[in-house]
């Protein structure tokens, strides 16, 4: 054996350049050469790939690594290409012309060819399986094997036909990897795959060099993102968005700050995702803003940060996603986004799917959601998860262990969750008990009759926000148990049982409550960019006086949201004042604008206030189209409500992008459509009363003018005040 080892590590030095294995790699690839199935769990970084392409050069035959993706297939072929003359690799999917698939095949018969890499659609084609029959495999690779499963978090049919197919073409050992997997998902695997008996590696979860950190969504959250990369200029990262269109966006957004990203998703151009994917390999590009179909496989150890812009799917994939920060072991920031109703919309989608599919759906978006909200140690959490046991207090490296939580006495409430278990029959999930002991009458609840059982509402003076911390922490000391095979029920443990003989104290950390409309000024290191109220009060001043000196409203000068962007952001020159919500070509284009700049100029100055160019976001006109085709058709004298049914918008919408465009300073004549719809008189009433009114606000018009006039016919002649007063 020893004799062995040493010819391992040689092959190692020789092919690769390394000196020594990581972890389990030389146990696992011995397995492989012993001709034995094999199952590894490994996580991303921990050197998966080498696990079948090793023992693939040492081999006789091909050997067939089945992978999902055609943009891994190409960066894993150019390394082994890179790395060994002796062993040719080539991938055989949809993106081959005809010559090319030839010589892939040539090359195979030739015996020339160690590794061919197969996307699971190409490998059940006739034609290939009757090809393959004919060539001698050497083992078979399922790489990122989770796919497999319906309980893992990127399911994919095709997977489960790997088995069959593998029969059609010839018995050869089985090594399944994948990065991420629970109990569950592994059983899963090997039942399919008909490896039960596989030798099982698994690797630890823990990756103590990445930081985590859930943050609050808000409507700033653009400007939280670029504010977080100006603060790591240089650095890797990668965005993760749950919808296309949101990728798209926020690339733009970022190219217009000077950032060099690029979007990433299955929509676009192969070329074109080709070509990101190698320009963010050579970096040529910093940031890469994409669908989760980006970063499996793909080799780039420097990748510093990780960001979810939207809360995903499943710890697993959030696992996975942020395993591809910090590979190397160096610096790795894993930093996500959370807004309840993101978890409202992921719920949404999934209606109209089977119900079996709806209800794994549903456990695997509550384990995320008690991620993100938990103020429990977010690793011991995630390992918890994957059944590893994380024994430190304080892991140093999350944002709930930098800012700790006090802990409160919850052993009253504990015994209450474990007693109503017990007296439930360990028959209900989580969510239920929670009703069940703070007295909910749920119609579910009802159903049962459980509200005249004795327990029920035993705990209804304690405060309901303190029931899941209750819950989900007591899942991780190990009083309690889910049973993910049955949808999630709560069982006691053995050290459940023994609590409720014999109560001790139980501590826990109240959960974090995610406010959305919180104010995302105030940064996560302390620093703020909040109002200045000294400068909001000056420039509330000078819009007085310039009013007064036109003769308008303030408000038709600048907005109030205006004003306070101004003296939040401190926009110095007027390309600086496009940016500041509300501002437009238009407005900057007034003789006033000046005079705004100007005090912001002088005061900043004179209070030596240091402007963080970084919280300042261009931001890009998602619907400039949309407007450009509005203001043509006004231009041309459509009528507002055959413009509305053209662009496909309610009359409504329709004046809500007719407001944005006088606001940000643009002219609009929409006075043939008033004479059309209106009487004169309304239009004159109206008119006058915004002249002098001190505020533009549709409710104050409305309580002035609504027994006369719709809301509608107010919004309509305030376009045209708008328009004529403030441009």
């Known amino acids: 054996m020893a004799k062995k080892k040493q010819n391992l590590t040689e092959a190692l030095k020789k092919y690769f350049g390394f000196d020594k294995f990581k972890g389990d790699q030389e146990a696992i690839i011995q397995n492989v050469l012993d001709g034995n199935d094999t199952f590894v769990l490994m996580p991303t970084g921990g050197g998966k790939s080498l696990c079948y392409q090793l023992p693939s050069l040492l081999m006789d035959g091909t050997a067939i690594v089945i992978s999902p993706l055609i943009a891994l297939m190409k960066n894993q072929v150019d390394v082994i290409s890179s790395m060994s003359e002796e062993g040719t690799a080539h991938y055989l999917n949809s993106s081959l012309n005809k010559s090319a698939i030839d010589q892939v095949k040539a090359d195979i018969m030739a015996g020339k060819t160690k590794l061919l890499y197969v996307a699971p659609e190409s490998l059940t084609k006739d034609e290939n399986v009757e090809f393959l029959r004919q060539a001698k495999i050497s083992f078979y690779a399922i790489d990122e094997a989770h796919c497999i499963s319906e309980w893992g978090h990127d399911f994919r049919p095709e997977y489960r036909r790997i088995r069959p197919i ?54 700033d959250v653009d400007k939280d993102i670029i504010k977080f990369i100006k603060q790591h200029p240089g650095k890797s990262g ?32 192969s070329a074109l995702r080709s070509q990101t994917q190698d320009d963010f390999l050579m970096e040529e590009i910093d940031v890469i803003v994409a669908t989760i179909a980006f970063g499996m496989g793909i080799d780039k150890p420097d990748v510093r940060f990780v960001i979810h812009y939207d809360i995903p799917k499943s710890l697993e994939g959030y696992y996975q996603e942020t395993g591809r920060a910090g590979r190397d072991g160096g610096e790795g920031m894993c930093i996500t986004f959370y807004a309840q109703k993101d978890l409202q919309k992921l719920d949404k989608f999934m209606e109209g799917k089977p119900v079996a599919e709806q209800d794994i759906g549903r456990q695997l978006l509550a384990e995320t959601a008690a991620y993100a909200e938990s103020s429990v140690c977010r690793r011991k959490m995630l390992l918890n998860y994957f059944g590893e046991t994380y024994d430190k207090d304080n892991c140093q490296n999350c944002d709930n262990c930098l800012h700790p939580k006090t802990k409160i006495e919850a052993k009253d409430q504990l015994l209450m969750v474990l007693q109503a278990i017990h007296a439930l029959k360990e028959n209900f999930r989580s969510d239920y008990i929670i009703d069940f002991v703070s007295g909910h009458e749920t119609e579910e609840l009802l159903a049962h009759k459980h509200q005249d059982h004795e327990l029920f509402g035993v705990g209804e003076k304690t405060e309901k926000k303190y029931w899941n911390p209750v819950v989900r922490q007591a899942l ?11 949808y999630g029920l709560l069982k006691l443990t053995s050290a459940g049982k023994k609590f409720m003989k014999n109560p001790e104290s139980f501590m826990i950390v109240e959960d974090h409550e995610y406010n959305e409309d919180y104010d995302s000024s105030v940064d996560h290191e302390g620093g703020t960019s909040a109002l200045d109220p000294t400068l909001s009060a000056m420039l509330k001043d ?70 963080h160019s970084d919280l300042r976001v261009r931001t890009v006109a998602k619907k400039s189209i949309l407007k450009v085709k509005i203001i043509q058709a006004i231009d041309r004298q459509i009528a507002l409500d055959d413009i509305a049914t053209a662009q496909g918008l309610e009359f409504d919408e329709l004046l809500d992008e007719v407001e944005a465009i006088v606001y940000s300073g643009t002219k609009l004549n929409i006075d043939y459509f008033l004479e059309e719809v209106m009487d004169e008189d309304h239009v004159d009433d109206i008119y006058d009363y915004f002249a002098e009114s001190e505020t533009d606000s549709l409710e104050d018009a409305l309580q002035e003018l609504g027994a006369e006039c719709s809301e509608d016919e107010i919004r309509l002649v305030r376009i045209k005040f708008l328009s004529e007063m403030a441009n």
């Not at 109990?183 to 008996?197: A, E, H, M």
């Not at 269109?245 to 929509?267: Q, S, T, W």
């Not at 991780?476 to 095979?485: F, N, Q, S």
């Open 166 to 219: 593998i029969n059609e073409i010839g018995k050869a050992p089985v090594i399944a990897l994948t990065a991420t997997a629970t109990d569950k998902v592994r059983t899963d695997i090997k039942k399919n795959l008909g490896i039960l008996d596989a030798a099982e590696f698994k690797s630890s979860f823990n990756r103590p060099n990445l930081y985590y950190e859930v943050r609050s969504k808000t409507q």
């Open 238 to 269: 990668i965005i993760y968005c749950l919808s296309r269109k949101k990728v798209e966006e926020l690339a733009e957004v970022l190219k217009a700050n000077d950032i060099k990203a690029a979007p990433y998703h299955a929509g676009l151009d």
């Open 476 to 486: 991780i000391a190990g009083y309690l148990k889910k049973d993910v095979e049955n």
């Open 542 to 611: 000078l819009r007085k006086k310039v009013s007064k000196k036109l003769g308008r409203p303030p408000y038709v000068i600048f907005q109030d949201v205006s004003i306070e962007q101004m003296a939040t952001d401190y926009p110095v020159t007027l390309e600086e004042l496009k940016n500041i919500q509300g501002v437009g070509e238009g407005k900057v284009r007034q003789p006033y604008a000046k005079d705004f700049v100007s005090l912001i100029k002088r005061y900043c100055d004179e209070n030596e206030i240091e402007r």
